[in-house]
């Protein structure tokens, strides 16, 4: 069974820094696309960013580019996403999904940017 | 690239047929997907690359496209369809949202 399950949200003050990870099992992580998506509080969803697994090329959201950068741990199974220089508009519950299609989600991180 | 989704809300009673409509600022191929998010749930893919169900999806769901017009058509309202739908345009990074569409029972 596919499972995907992110860890790491909390209070952080403007201008911090947060590391959220997503531990995933039940398929080959090696050599699957993983992303992130995220949502506002009583908002759409916004995607944010892809690792790809034939070679690890990244690609961002141009609002989170420069700020977060997505990783993995091959070893354990672990997808990363490094927040630095945060804001209060990345305030949201972030989403580890399975593929850049997104075909499996977590249930969410929430991740709330204040002072 | 742009996705444009309409309506924002929609009220419709059970048994209803109602369509949902994302547009693509430009030639996206098949490359988008339809998302239901449920209250306080993370979405579930209902529909990939314009219209392939997933499995399990019932058939009341259906997907289509002309062009860079996307519909989402759901036949036979159940009570458990009222939630939000997004669609994802996945042709080119970065990808895209639509705004997504609340259906409400009315």
Redesign the interface.
């Given at each position: 069974e596919v499972q995907v399950s992110e860890s790491g949200g909390g209070l952080v003050q403007p201008g911090g820094s947060l590391r959220l990870s997503c531990a995933a099992s039940g398929f080959p992580f090696n050599t699957f696309d993983m992303s992130w998506v995220r949502q506002a509080p009583g908002k759409g969803l916004d995607w944010v960013s892809v690792i790809l697994g034939r070679d690890d090329s990244t690609y961002y959201a141009d609002s989170v580019k420069g700020r977060f950068t997505i990783s993995k741990d091959k070893s354990t199974n672990t997808l990363f996403l490094q927040m630095n220089s945060l804001r209060a508009e990345d305030t949201a519950v972030y989403y580890c999904t399975k593929g850049a299609w997104l075909d499996s989600w977590g249930q969410g991180t929430l991740v709330t940017v204040s002072s | 690239i742009q996705v444009t989704q309409s309506p924002s809300s929609l009220s419709a009673s059970l048994g209803d047929r109602v369509t949902i409509t994302c547009r693509a600022s430009q030639g996206i191929g098949d490359r988008l997907?339809w998302?239901q998010?449920k209250p306080g749930k993370?979405?579930?893919?209902l529909i990939?690359?314009t219209s392939n169900l997933?499995s399990g999806v019932p058939s009341r769901f259906s997907g289509s496209a002309s062009g860079t017009e996307f519909t989402l058509t759901l036949s036979g309202l159940q009570p458990e369809d009222f939630a939000t739908y997004?669609c994802?345009q996945?042709d080119r990074?970065?990808?895209?949202?639509?705004?997504?569409t609340k259906l409400e029972i009315k």
């Open positions: - | 997907s998302y998010q993370a979405p579930e893919r990939h690359a997933e997004y994802l996945h990074f970065p990808f895209t949202f639509g705004q997504g």
